[in-house]
């Protein structure tokens, strides 16, 4: 027989999962219909795979029959193709939104903007008044200096 541990278990693996695809703003869409994105698979457009990996998983939860697609393409540094989501909202409208350059929140919040609904207002004021922000907020971007500046 094992020996009891002399400490206390932390969280399971599983409630640790599920405390993450239930934090608050929960994504509950209405509005939505299908998502459709389109990445790089490695290398470049990191708040797009920084999106699917943090915020995918939550509006999946949250949004069963939503149908969503994610393309993960091979690029090479000579190409120069920018990172797309296509929003496809129930009344039958479409956008595409540009995620280059934007953090994982940005796109996130850009996505509940287009297609939450009027609670989304509501929550983003309700945490307005408090003095918090909706979403952790992206840091600024600082112009580039140096080498960064000169190279593309």
């Known amino acids: 027989m094992p ?3 002399k400490t206390i278990p932390g969280p399971s693996r599983l409630s640790v ?3 993450r695809l239930t ?8 509005n939505l219909k299908s998502l459709r994105l389109v990445y790089a698979y490695r290398n470049d457009h990191f708040g797009a795979r920084h999106f699917v990996k943090e915020d995918l998983p939550r509006i999946r939860y949250a949004n069963p ?8 393409k091979l690029k090479t540094k000579e190409e120069t193709w920018k990172p797309e989501m296509v929003v496809e ?3 039958g409208t479409t956008h595409k939104l540009n995620l280059d350059g934007k953090w994982s929140t940005a ?9 939450a609904g009027p609670w989304w207002q509501k929550y983003k004021k309700e945490r307005a008044a408090s003095g918090e922000p909706a979403v952790p907020s992206p840091p600024p971007q600082q112009p580039k200096t ?3 500046a000169v190279l593309p």
């Open 146 to 148: 140096g080498a960064a």
């Open 23 to 30: 934090q608050e703003p929960r994504p509950h869409l209405p």
């Open 3 to 5: 020996r009891k541990p």
């Open 17 to 19: 999962i599920l405390a």
């Open 89 to 91: 909202l129930k009344n």
């Open 65 to 72: 029959t939503v149908d969503i697609q994610v393309d993960k």
């Open 107 to 115: 796109i996130f919040h850009e996505l509940m903007d287009l297609s």
